[in-house]
């Protein structure tokens, strides 16, 4: 079994993301990059599918600049055979992200296909679903457990007020939620040793795919900042002011 | 053109974020038609064309719709595409899984939880952890987008709308329900809930979680709500995660007790109308965000806090 791990490069979470000064877009221009953390359990997923004996391969790949060569390194360290970079400059929408994927899934051929569930910086939490819907393959998302039996893929998914299970017919796409394992620590012998892996580099434009944004952004701000209030000294003066001023708990 | 709303239901009741997607819909002072799919959820649709503004409403029942699969739902949704140039829904664990895939299937981008909506097809929306707003500016034939529900007011109950029954496309059989779990509690839904109790890492086990919260959130008829750390923990369950990657929220109070208030967690409560928080820590960052601070060890006051409520 083959499975095909997507991984962005996104800024840190711990980073507080800056606004070009005419609003035009963030800026991030040296600022701490990374793997989008929830990836980086769809990294993990598969790696043990495949300590498992039940994955003989796990390639990752990665959309963008030549920059994102770091977190597929981070992948091939994790333990991924090897590493597909489609290059561009171009930034990317989830839409045109699920249909060079599927691209890649042409030529490839996985029996499964990670994503994580979101990534931290645009929120958007769609390109899974997307990928599903063009490959029409059955989808798993918010996954925080994962079996596999035959040809069956045994699903459990977080959703609001639980969890509920599916079992999806291979090939599949899975998203990954954070509960879903605990990413390992790369070790830095495991760091120079994925440098002997192959990343192969593809030019987005040998896909044939029309990239252009199909969302324009038309300028980004700051959002209004909750005010601080003030400290009470007790239990009595907290209540006083949610009676007094706030006219709850009367 | 005419707008549809996937409305989201339990079988039997109607979830009350399709009040708030109804009211965001009227920003195209177009018809708005609701769809129930599912295996006779007659409650919910009669719900749904009671809700003003409401013109029509689409039952759809099949076996296969009973799980309301997001494959399934996708493919219904398509079916019936090409009267609509919106489609809509709040933004929860089941739009989010199933209206991204109507998008590709389209071949239309899509917009995530909209805060608001501005004139031709422009949305607000957060990014970076709600950290950032951005404007975008969709041009595509048709509108796919999940609303930030806490940010419409519902629309009310007074609607008639007519009812219609349209046949389901074939089952996806490639994706078969198998069960679920829901967590069974006596408390109110934790993203509908006027007050919610919230507790982080400091509670330090399952077991003060509970003692030390409960009683306060069961005297207030509050939801409990958790941290990410205090999920991960294992104080407290993965479904009642409030923040960025789990449950965002906007009760009238808020107390946030233990908690540090990393901006992950605060994206989920920050729309809240009134926050306490109560942290040893004078410098922990949730005292920013609150309109109440109570410096003090929550051992002690939280159960001061409990005996002193009515």
């Known amino acids: ?250 | 053109m005419t707008i549809l709303i996937l409305a989201e239901h339990d079988g039997v009741q109607l979830n009350p974020s399709v009040q708030q997607a109804v009211t965001a819909a009227k920003a195209w002072n177009s018809a708005i038609h609701v769809l129930v799919a599912g295996n006779g959820a007659d409650a919910a649709t009669k719900q749904a064309a009671s809700i003003h503004g409401v013109e029509g409403v689409i039952q759809v029942n099949a076996s296969h719709l009973e799980n309301l699969i997001a494959e399934d739902v996708a493919n219904l949704i398509v079916s019936i595409s090409k009267d609509y140039s919106v489609i809509l829904a709040a933004h929860s664990s089941f739009s989010k899984n199933a209206l991204p895939r109507v998008a590709a299937l389209l071949d239309v981008a899509m917009i995530s939880d909209v805060l608001e909506i501005k004139a031709n097809n422009t949305y607000v929306r957060s990014i970076y952890a709600g950290n950032v707003l951005t404007t975008v500016l969709s041009s595509d034939a048709v509108q796919v987008l999940t609303i930030h529900g806490s940010n419409f007011n519902a629309a009310a109950l007074t609607g008639n709308a007519t009812i219609a029954l349209v046949d389901a496309p074939p089952a996806f059989d490639k994706t078969q329900w198998k069960s679920e779990i829901r967590s069974q509690s006596d408390r109110p839904a934790l993203s509908s809930a006027k007050i919610v109790v919230s507790g982080g890492r400091s509670l330090g086990s399952a077991e003060h979680f509970e003692k030390v919260l409960s009683p306060l959130a069961s005297k207030l008829g509050a939801a409990l709500g958790a941290t990410r750390a205090a999920v991960d923990a294992g104080y407290a369950p993965n479904d009642i995660q409030v923040g960025q990657t789990g449950v965002v929220v906007a009760p009238e109070l808020y107390i946030a007790v233990g908690v540090s208030g990393a901006i992950q967690h605060t994206y989920g409560m920050r729309d809240s109308k009134v926050v306490v928080a109560i942290n040893q820590d004078p410098d922990a960052p949730i005292f920013q965000v609150a309109d109440y601070g109570l410096v003090a060890d929550l051992f002690d006051v939280v159960p001061a806090l409990t005996a002193a409520i009515q």
Request: proline share 4%; aromatic share 2%.
């Open chain 1, 1 to 250: 079994m083959k499975i095909l791990v997507a991984v962005k490069r996104v800024v840190d979470y711990n980073v507080k993301v800056r606004i070009k000064p005419d609003g035009s877009d963030v800026d991030i221009v040296g600022v701490k990059m990374g793997i989008n953390p929830f990836d980086e359990n769809a990294i993990e997923e598969a790696i043990r599918l495949k300590e498992k004996g039940l994955a003989t391969e796990v390639i990752a790949v990665s959309l963008g600049g030549s920059a994102n060569q770091d977190v597929l390194r981070h992948a091939l360290a994790m333990g991924a055979d090897r590493a597909i970079l489609i290059e561009t400059d171009v930034d990317l929408q989830p839409l045109v992200v699920a249909k060079l994927l599927k691209a890649i899934v042409e030529r490839e051929k996985p029996d499964l296909i990670l994503l994580g569930k979101q990534a931290i910086d645009d929120d958007a939490g769609q390109t899974g679903q997307m990928l599903a819907a063009l490959l029409d393959y059955p989808q798993g998302t918010f996954a925080s457990a994962i079996e596999i039996e035959a040809n069956t893929l045994t699903v459990t998914r977080e959703v609001d007020g639980g969890t509920e299970t599916l079992a999806l017919t291979l090939p599949a796409v899975v998203t990954a939620d954070l509960r879903l394992n605990e990413p390992r620590f790369v070790k830095l012998p495991n760091l120079m040793m994925a440098r002997k892996k192959p990343i192969e580099a593809i030019n987005v434009t040998a896909l044939g795919i029309a990239i252009e944004p199909r969302l324009k952004l038309i300028q980004v701000a700051e959002p209004a900042v909750r005010k601080a209030g003030i400290k009470v000294g007790s239990v009595e003066e907290l209540l006083n002011k949610l009676r007094t001023h706030e006219g709850i708990l009367v």
